[in-house]
Structure formats: structure tokens, C-alpha cells
């Protein structure tokens, strides 16, 4: 029984390790920016608060399209007179009752709210759109940092590794007599800074995956693998798409829509001086000893029908005022559309002149890493026959370690430049 425990306690614990390996791989998600994106559309929390504020709208307008139809409201009462007056009417008894309200003529106003809310569903879809709008930035932009990073712990590995050969080979030299040990110092130190980088990187890997995955929506465990990385073409641009990027931007589509919501409002109002017109009628019964004082039965039923014309004659001025206050309300609106162009003119503007920045940025500093590969290979080439001394191969490899981060830096800013324009022209709320 033992030796059969000890074989079952075995497969147990394999089947654990599967289980847990199955867990881990299911976990893990290579995620390329366009699969990111998409998840942010789905799952991200703004966009899915967005999309239940446009249910709510849509739920309002339902509500609003029986405003032209007859409400019919029932009752039924039940009632006990005590004396005296139960010698005048029946001591008890049962009474229902319904009526019907019918809005003839209320001066446009159902009309009106009907198209007022019609126009809160545009407003609150095009507050989604510009939701959208940040989020894929805000998700392009967390996609990049998470690649640079990674790029740059692969860089800090690489720097590592060669100041251990420039220790290795220095500390050969210091042992045989032929160095000062500050130039073993020179490279200890500058290695301890590296490794504390590396492990500051892979903190800020960490941190970063953390924020595109809630960017996406996703839970902070799972363990998100890029398969984009910064690499591909980068292009000066032509200055075209940004002179008229404010009319592909969601914040005009929306001031326009509230400024059109402005104008129903101030309709609205003025339709406070026109005539209301309503129609009510009701039928009711009565059940108890001796209801019908006509003839003594023990059923009273009736009904009334009522014509109900309402006319504003004189309210000294409050509703002149709030037309007027709405008519200043739109002007305002349309002076804000106009600024909002501009401002919307200028960051383009801006992000064009940033993207371009960016791309001769790249130029440059791909030639830097260039000439720093070729100025680390002479001072090699030197140092082994002699003629340079350590500290002359540990500042190479500095400006060659610099070097090859300004052109990552480099090119996940002209990346995030690219997104931040596609924002600018508003070719990404489309």
C-alpha cells in the first residue's frame, strides 16, 4: 500500500505542475497593437460606461415617444360614512374609477422633445467616439512604452556583458601587474550602476504591462508578450491631412450637437407662449346599499368629459428672459466651436512638426550608432595591442550604450508622435 501511495502521491503532483503550467500558458497572450486595440474597444471600463450613458439616452427617447399618446390612469376606493352623514349617502360602499388624458395641442412641445432627445443620443455617441478616441492613444501609447522597455533591458544585457569582458580583461591585466586598480574600480562601478538599471527596467516592464493590460481592459495577471516591435519605416510627412483636421475631430461633431441641442431648448421655450390644449375624460362607479339616488339601485356609474385650453396672458417677462438667456447660450456655444477649431488647428499643427522631429531624430541618431560602433571596434583594437588604456574602452562602450538608446528612444517617440497626430486629424475616431 505504501509503495502505491508513493506512486499516486507522484501523479498527483505531476498533474498539479500540468495544471498549473496549462494556467500559466493560458495566461500568457502575444498581443500584437492591432489585437490591443480591439480589446480596448471591447473590454476598456470608459468606453463600456460610454456606451450604457447612450442605453440611457435611447431609454429616455422610448420614454418620450408615448408623450402624444392618451395616459389612461385607473382606481378603485373603497369607503364607510358614519353618522350623520350616513343618513344622507349610502354608509358604504365600493368606487372605481378610470381616466383618460389625451395632450391635443401643447405648442409643439412634444415634437420638440422628441427631436431634444434624439440629439442626447448624438451627444452622448459622440462622447463615446471622443472616449475612443483617447483610449486607442492612451493603449498605442502604452504598447510603445512597453516595447521600449523591452528594448532597452535588451540593451542594458548587451552593455552588461561587455563591461564583464572589460572587467575580466582589466582584472587579467591588474594581475599581472600591468594596471592601476582604479581602472578596475572605473569599470566596477560603472557595472553596479548597469545592474541597478537593469533591475529599475525591469521594474518599469512590470509597471508598464500593467498599464496596457488595464488600458485593454484585461486583469493585471496576465502576462502580456508584444508581438509588434519598433521597427518599419519612418517617414517625414508632406503637410496636407492636418489643415483640415478640425472637421474630422469628435469635439466639432459634438459641440455641433449640443449647439443644435441649444437651439431645440430656446424652440423649447418659446413654446411656452403659445396655447396648451388637453383633453380629459373619466368613468367611475359606485357599488353600496342604495347608491343610485335616481332610482335606488345599488349601482351608481357615470362619466365626465372635460376640455381644458390653457393661454399665458402675462408672466411679467420670465419667460422672455429665459428665451433671451438661451439665445446667449447659443452664441456662446458657437464662439467656444470656433476657439475649439483653432485650438484643434494648432495641435496638429504641433503634432506634424513633433512627428517630423522625431523622424530626423532617428536619422541622426542612427548615424551616432554608426560611429559609435566603429569608434568601440578601433579603441578594441587598440586597447589589445596596447596603445589605449581601459578607461579609453569603458567610455566607448558608454557613448556606444547611448548611442543605441537615442535611436529607441528615438523611434517609440515617433511612434507615439504617429499615434498622437492620427489623434490631432482625428483619423482614429473614424
Not at 489585437?35 to 442605453?55: C, F, G, M, P, V
Not at 412634444?110 to 431634444?116: C, Y
Request: charge should be positive.
Amino acid at each position: 500500500m505504501g509503495k502505491y501511495s508513493a506512486i499516486l502521491r507522484h501523479l498527483g503532483a505531476g498533474f498539479f505542475c500540468l495544471l498549473l503550467l496549462s494556467q500559466r500558458s493560458e495566461a500568457q497572450q502575444n498581443i500584437s497593437l492591432a489585437q490591443a486595440l480591439e480589446l480596448a474597444r471591447t473590454h476598456n471600463k470608459k468606453l463600456k460606461s460610454a456606451q450604457w450613458d447612450i442605453e440611457a439616452a435611447k431609454a429616455v427617447r422610448e420614454g418620450i415617444n408615448g408623450a402624444d399618446k392618451p395616459m389612461i390612469d385607473g382606481s378603485v376606493m373603497g369607503f364607510y360614512v358614519g353618522k350623520p352623514l350616513n343618513s344622507l349617502l349610502p354608509e358604504y360602499g365600493v368606487s372605481p374609477s378610470v381616466i383618460v388624458k389625451q395632450s391635443i395641442y401643447a405648442g409643439g412641445k412634444i415634437k420638440l422633445g422628441k427631436q431634444a432627445a434624439d440629439k442626447g443620443i448624438e451627444i452622448y455617441q459622440e462622447q463615446k467616439v471622443l472616449a475612443e478616441s483617447e483610449v486607442i492613444f492612451n493603449v498605442q501609447k502604452a504598447y510603445w512604452q512597453v516595447a521600449s522597455i523591452s528594448e532597452k533591458i535588451v540593451l542594458a544585457k548587451t552593455f552588461k556583458s561587455l563591461l564583464e569582458s572589460l572587467l575580466k580583461q582589466l582584472t587579467n591585466s591588474f594581475d599581472a601587474g600591468m594596471i592601476y586598480k582604479n581602472d578596475i574600480l572605473r569599470v566596477q562601478v560603472q557595472l553596479n550602476e548597469a545592474e541597478l538599471n537593469l533591475v529599475k527596467a525591469k521594474d518599469g516592464l512590470v509597471m508598464s504591462k500593467l498599464n496596457l493590460a488595464q488600458q485593454m481592459g484585461m486583469p493585471g495577471n496576465t502576462e502580456i508578450t508584444l508581438a509588434d516591435s519598433i521597427v518599419g519605416t519612418f517617414n517625414i510627412l508632406a503637410a496636407d491631412s492636418y489643415l483640415t483636421a478640425a472637421e474630422n475631430r469628435s469635439e466639432i461633431r459634438l459641440l455641433k450637437r449640443a449647439l443644435e441641442a441649444q437651439r431645440i431648448q430656446e424652440k423649447l421655450l418659446k413654446a411656452d407662449f403659445k396655447p396648451t390644449v388637453g383633453l380629459l375624460a373619466s368613468g367611475f362607479a359606485s357599488i353600496g346599499p342604495n347608491m343610485n339616488f335616481e332610482n335606488g339601485n345599488n349601482l351608481l356609474s357615470s362619466y365626465l368629459g372635460l376640455v381644458s385650453v390653457s393661454i399665458p396672458i402675462w408672466d411679467w417677462g420670465q419667460k422672455a428672459s429665459k428665451v433671451k438667456e438661451q439665445s446667449f447660450k447659443v452664441r456662446a456655444n458657437q464662439v467656444q466651436m470656433e476657439e475649439t477649431r483653432e485650438m484643434i488647428s494648432l495641435e496638429a499643427q504641433n503634432a506634424y512638426l513633433l512627428l517630423n522631429q522625431a523622424a530626423k531624430r532617428i536619422d541622426l541618431s542612427q548615424v551616432s550608432v554608426q560611429q559609435a560602433n566603429e569608434n568601440l571596434r578601433l579603441n578594441n583594437d587598440r586597447f589589445s595591442s596596447g596603445t589605449v588604456t581601459g578607461q579609453d574602452v569603458l567610455e566607448a562602450q558608454t557613448l556606444w550604450q547611448q548611442a543605441n538608446s537615442n535611436v529607441i528612444d528615438a523611434k517609440v517617440e515617433y511612434k507615439i508622435s504617429e499615434a498622437a497626430y492620427q489623434k490631432a486629424i482625428g483619423h482614429n475616431q473614424q
